[in-house]
């Protein structure tokens, strides 16, 4: 918040006054650190960090996004690496790991005790973006008949080691998941009754489902912290509302930079270098300005057409930009239905014919607004082609624009991946052939 | 989860077979029957909310979203839907009464309890999307004098009461907050040790301030719960990690439809019906419809160069798609970096700089590209007058894209609502523009 240190310090290090920065730091919390690092470049983020205390630095990297917390580990030396890597938990281990070169990376995990590798290894053996990779191992299981009064004992005693003791688990003797209970029922109840007397039916989490929809139920359904078991439905970690909200936090990075055509950065904006920002949307941009040859050859095969009348040409923007602006719409509302469980991928049919009626009407309003008005401007003829293509493009793009983001998902791809090119082209292209064809009908060419 | 049950109650309740909707419903878990109201529209949903058994209504009409609930208090009568309301916590009470007409709230709220009435009254007086609206003043406040044991008393009194009891607000004689303890903390500390040894420096949101700046903090700092004081700093409430996840996921409904020009819909996606669909496009479909007629007009300024040159029109929508996608770009990433705060509106020149570099990297590319392809399949002219084109369109696109969503934060006014129809139109029109004059430039026109 208090912005005027912040950019103070900021200046301090561009001018390289190090002393300067390095007293000011002392006066900021980690958080403000965190925010600091996040924008400068890679090489000042290192300097800033190197001027930390100790023991602030080591605070401040358990808060730093793994991709930052890599950018540390390749600038620093030895020693102080593998004492910021032993602190952290085993899954935010796995998670660093996964951004370094695999040299680095494994000497890092060879620097942990024998039994700290093996539990990183077990989460870096999940699949990426499955639940495995975010539950913490270190989570307080107690056994069914165990009074409560010495469960609550058992509770204070791994407190400080526990990632969270507000939800614990209940297993039984083979560590396989029988319940859980909160802290709170914990407590209210009376010290002679067991645990199995107060615990609620498990809900847990398998090891290989997906992160995002793990993270999306914990919200929906107001947990603090989910269970996460193995396909024995063992006992492995525990996935709290912290992690669900790191999660979704990513998943709307990337879907919001999709929708917009583009790749999420990797790094906060003013971290990533110009370079960086241009990898995440060149291809993006190629790929798109490609499907936009379609609507080349398209004007090129009505080349005649538009010499007879060139005033058609005056309209084309205005034609594909409904196309587009419809099918986005669709394909917009859709996907987020989607993505909240609102709308499978076996409800297509009900979804497209809603879809070809919302067109209909979007149409039908467009093209009687475009008849009134070009034929005030022009003359009816004009009017009708104008209105009635209009109408035809908004019902198909829209049929089409909802209809994708659910093939998508049947086949395992990224909505907006899918759906933004298929629709720009499909759309642009047919919207063009449409109005030609609607033209030369009208006018006889 | 149990999709054949699912659509088994909706196909019942569809073919009016409402015993065995109604037995089947028993078998339901309150989630699911929130699930299945939200995939059909408003008066099957009210049937189905009737066929529950009376204590199931409460639990689901707790978890119902404020339009669902307010739908359900449209078409019920009088006593249940008085004994309903009673049941929520008082600012779930504030925001149901938001979306009922003036004449329905005021009944309901004359129904409670004078005390009830002043508590939700108050809610009611915040500005909407405060955090106000949101916390709820069922907050576990201790004395910082308080000794731990008879804190832990205190909290477990309060255990059913409470909203949380993981995360306790200390307060003052005048109830003002002094410090925050989590029960974690309480719980592991020797009995004789007073609250104010254990407690941690007071955290807090003003009652005033957005409810979406409080939930990412919330989620970023990894909170459980947040006090929530008034202008005097006087506890009012508590915010908790539930309600950030609500709240961000409703301001990512807001957003993601936005940013693909819609409003976003008042219900589940199959709840909402086709009328409603219709009416959150229409407005900005003709907005955006109504800026294309810039286009319109420039393409009309250069008929003659057209006549002259027809082929130049193939390029139209190649020339617009690439200025629209590469200000979309900019745009959506500068959206989220503001949204997460990453950046702020002061860095608007530092900002456009940027893109002003990444808009001359990715325009340099594209008009590499396209002056190669265009100049193989034409000539030489016609490939300099696209690539030229783009680049110009590129590095224009991409800063006037940046800046915009900046210019919104300091306006006040919705990112998206304020950049989409901005950038399309300047873009495209400047666009065409920038081509025909390089054209008439280039080929002697």
Redesign the interface.
């Known amino acids: 918040m208090r912005?005027s240190l912040e950019n103070s310090i900021i200046d301090a290090v561009l001018a390289e006054d190090l002393p300067n920065a390095a007293h000011q730091l002392t006066q900021s919390s980690p958080?403000d650190v965190v925010?600091i690092m996040?924008?400068v470049g890679a090489h000042h983020a290192a300097v800033i960090f190197r001027l930390l205390a100790k023991d602030r630095a080591a605070e401040v990297f358990e808060l730093l996004e793994p991709g930052i917390q890599g950018d540390i580990v390749r600038t620093l030396g030895g020693e102080d690496v593998v004492m910021l890597f032993a602190q952290l938990a085993p899954d935010d281990k796995a998670a660093l790991l996964d951004e370094l070169p695999a040299a680095v990376a494994k000497r890092l995990l060879e620097s942990l005790p024998f039994s700290d590798q093996r539990v990183t290894n077990v989460i870096l053996g999940y699949p990426t973006r499955s639940v495995g990779r975010w539950a913490n191992p270190r989570v307080v299981a107690l056994r069914p008949h165990l009074p409560v009064d010495e469960a609550?004992q058992l509770?204070?005693q791994q407190?400080?080691w526990a990632e969270t003791?507000?939800t614990i688990a209940v297993v039984s003797d083979s560590r396989q998941l029988v319940g859980v209970v909160g802290?709170?029922d914990l407590?209210?109840a009376q010290d002679s009754r067991l645990v199995e007397d107060v615990m609620s039916p498990a809900q847990f989490a398998h090891v290989t489902e997906r992160a995002e929809d793990v993270a999306r139920r914990v919200?929906?359904?107001?947990w603090?912290a989910l269970p996460v078991v193995d396909r024995e439905e063992r006992l492995v970690g525990i996935f709290t509302?912290?992690d669900?909200?790191?999660v979704?936090?990513e998943e709307?990075?990337e879907?919001?930079?999709r929708?917009?055509?583009?790749e999420p950065?990797p790094r906060?904006?003013?971290a990533t270098s110009?370079?960086n920002?241009?990898r995440?949307?060149?291809v993006?941009?190629?790929v798109?300005?490609a499907s936009?040859?379609f609507?080349?050859h398209v004007?090129?095969m009505f080349?005649t057409t538009?010499?007879q009348k060139?005033?058609l040409?005056?309209?084309?923007?205005?034609i594909?930009?409904?196309g587009?602006?419809?099918g986005?719409?669709a394909?917009?509302?859709?996907?987020?239905?989607l993505a909240?469980?609102?709308?499978?991928p076996?409800?297509v049919l009900?979804?497209m014919f809603?879809e070809v009626?919302?067109g209909f009407?979007?149409g039908a309003?467009?093209g009687a607004?475009?008849l009134l008005l070009a034929t005030l401007a022009y003359d009816v003829s004009t009017g009708v082609v104008i209105g009635s293509t209009?109408m035809a493009i908004?019902m198909l793009a829209a049929t089409v624009g909802s209809a994708m983001p659910m093939i998508a998902r049947t086949l395992r791809v990224d909505p907006a991946v899918f759906s933004t090119p298929f629709i720009?082209t499909f759309c642009?292209a047919t919207g063009?052939l449409l109005y030609f064809v609607i033209a030369r009908a009208v006018f006889g060419l």
């Open positions: 912005k958080l925010s996040g924008r609550l509770v204070r407190a400080s003791i507000y802290l709170r407590l209210c919200v929906a359904q107001d603090l509302v912290d669900a909200g790191q979704l936090t709307e990075d879907d919001s930079a929708a917009g055509a583009s950065l906060p904006y003013l110009v370079v920002i241009v995440s949307r060149v993006w941009l190629m798109l300005a936009a040859l609507t080349v004007l090129e080349e538009l010499e060139v005033v040409a005056a309209f084309i923007p205005l594909i930009g409904t587009g602006n419809t986005t719409q394909a917009t509302t859709v996907t987020r239905a909240l469980g609102e709308v499978r076996t409800d009900t979804v809603r009626r919302v009407l979007l309003i467009l607004a475009a209009l908004c720009t642009d063009l």
